[in-house]
């Protein structure tokens, strides 16, 4: 794979999940490799079925969830984004938009196709701090870890 066509392949990833919606999952194969690996915070899966099946609790959890990408390097077959996670929580009693900033790491195949998706975020402090219940809970414990 050249350089044109990571860049290429990697500007189709920012695309689709800037304008991600749940009747673009379909889409999914056109981007990732059939064995592609993901992880995150909350999960670690392999192949199409499970990383979409990642993507559409995503919608059922979550209300207008949206991705904006920042940054991105793209170096040979590897690339890593940063971007901003805008959503509402749906459970909770709270109509407020959250923001949780991470990155991704990604690795191509000579297809341009993705075989490994790495988010790293902080859970903690971008999640589990902006929960109703938890996040008290959380703040004090970070307050107490840095006294």
Known sequence: ??????????QRLV???????????????????ADARFKD?????????????????????LDSPHFFVTERIVQDHKCFLVWDFRFRFKRFDTQSWQTVRGGTHLVFNDEGLVTLHRDYWDAAEELYEKLPLVGGLMRWLKRRANS
């Open 41 to 61: 915070p909350f999960n670690e899966v392999q192949g199409l079925a499970d990383i979409g099946r990642i993507f559409a609790h995503m919608f059922e959890a």
């Open 1 to 10: 794979m050249t350089d044109t066509t990571t860049q290429d392949a990697v």
């Open 15 to 33: 695309q689709f999940f800037e304008q991600l919606q749940p009747q673009d999952l379909p889409r999914l194969p056109a981007l990732y490799a």
